[in-house]
């Protein structure tokens, strides 16, 4: 996060207090078990697909509710209407149906788990068009048995393509920041938060975790040395380089789409202005010349320009630039207080936070060819949105039931899913690239 909490007249107390209780240190800590979410879904959206999943045969034998958490994973895209269904089928089965159709039942999903002699697992399903009595094509993969979640989020994936025709996000990661026991976690998992690994825990504060185009390295503020300070942390051996150590603080870090610079808030010169530089720290270029608060940078897709927020004036707005410099305007007029700005993956969407009132702070969306802004989520202390790489959920973080969770929503806020933890606190989401 940026210097908001503490340099704005009108600053976001709860919100930007938690921001700031995290940070890396102690790579060698005995690190927290990996938090448990319930899923909570809820709403009705507008045109959804009905779709039976029944449970794999000899699904059990994997460990994982393979068919469960891909009926998970369509029902949170917002796109399909998940049918109870209990019946045992396999890809084998001949599906009547005439049956199926009685149920209003428009596609249907059948599967089997078989364990292979070198101890991987088979998976293997098949998609039915119910309406039109045909076979849609499976496919079958062989994994280990610690990839048997991410085989059924790929299978889940290749339904939504076949069904809606542009790529789903169940089989990319996410990262996010979490506190359990005094402890504070890095964690990358799934797209629905579950399994994953802890890529740093400790006492101290990390916040504003930020991924590379590729998906290979993230980058964050750690607090480790009693100071903000900028590092990039590569996921597959756990190297890590700082790449911001200036005098003040060096927050706010987000890389260019091509990967080759970051762009940050520092401090150095006095006030909090906009930097980039190389993805090695070199290179430093100041970007604003104000003596306002400049802060939370963020590429737009092309890399032509970076929205940041600013109260230059006199209150948190956002506006964007040139990537490499030059004259600024200002893109949000709705309210006295927007932040945190984030743009969807194909250029036509941001989505912020909005301050109503003195204390409720709301996820919006806005067209940014018609500049319409809608509010989309129910809950009043929203944070960090970030956008799926297919650019149809956006992931934020929130305070429900007196926990910090996150939860994912369609662009409309018709559909949302909660995913709550049972170990932890849960913020800072930041939702990966494709690859994987």
């Known amino acids: ?86 019946a045992p089928m396999s890809e084998t089965s001949l599906p009547a149906f005439n049956e199926w159709r009685a149920k209003a039942v428009d596609a249907l999903v059948a599967g089997s788990a078989t364990r292979l002699a070198d101890g991987r697992y088979d998976l293997r399903y098949k998609l039915w068009d119910v309406v039109k009595g045909q076979d849609q094509g499976g496919e079958s993969q062989a994994v280990a048995a610690d990839d048997v979640r991410l085989a059924a989020h790929r299978i889940a994936d290749s339904i939504y393509q076949k069904l809606t025709g542009e790529r789903g996000v169940f089989a990319t990661r996410m990262a996010y920041v979490t506190k359990a026991g005094g402890r504070y976690s890095l964690r990358i998992t799934d797209a629905d938060g579950e399994g994953g690994q802890i890529a740093l825990a400790s006492p101290e504060p990390i916040i504003s975790p930020a991924w590379s185009p590729d998906g290979k390295e993230l980058a964050y503020v750690s607090f480790e040395t009693r100071k903000a300070v900028v590092w990039v942390q590569e996921l597959a051996t756990g190297r890590r380089r700082m790449v911001a ?67 230059r004036g006199g209150s948190p707005q956002i506006y964007r630039m040139p990537a490499d410099g030059g004259e600024a305007e200002r893109v949000t007029f709705n309210g006295s207080y927007n932040i945190s700005p984030t743009i969807s993956p194909d250029g036509r969407t941001l989505a912020f936070i909005t301050r109503e009132g003195g204390s409720t702070f709301r996820l919006c969306v806005m067209d940014l060819a018609s500049g319409v802004v809608q509010k989309i989520s129910d809950t009043t202390d929203d944070e960090s949105p970030s956008f799926a790489p297919n650019g149809r959920l956006i992931v934020y973080a929130t305070r429900s039931g007196g926990r910090d969770v996150l939860v994912t929503t369609t662009l409309d806020g018709r559909i949302k899913a909660k995913l709550v933890s049972t170990l932890a606190d849960v913020r800072e989401p930041t939702w990966g690239p494709f690859g994987r």
């Not at 709403?43 to 469960?68: K, L, M, S, Y």
């Not at 890389?255 to 090695?280: I, K």
């Open 1 to 86: 996060m940026s210097e908001l909490n503490n340099s704005l007249p009108n600053p976001l107390p709860n919100l930007l207090r938690r921001r700031e209780l995290l940070t890396a240190a102690g790579l060698g800590l005995s690190l927290p078990a990996l938090a448990q979410f319930r899923v909570e879904i809820s709403g009705v959206g507008g045109t959804q697909t009905p779709i039976a999943i029944n449970d794999f045969r000899d699904e059990a034998q994997t460990g994982q509710p393979v068919a469960a958490i891909i009926r998970a994973d369509l029902e949170r895209s917002g796109q399909f209407r998940v049918t109870p269904n209990t």
């Open 245 to 311: 150590n200036f005098r003040g603080s060096n927050s706010a870090p987000a890389f260019s789409p091509d990967g080759q610079r970051l762009a940050m808030t520092l401090s150095r010169d006095g006030g909090s202005q906009l930097f980039v530089m190389g993805r090695n720290g070199d290179n430093v270029k100041r970007l604003t010349q104000t003596r306002a608060i400049d802060t939370e940078p963020v590429f737009t897709p092309d890399g032509q320009k970076i929205y940041f927020v600013s109260d």
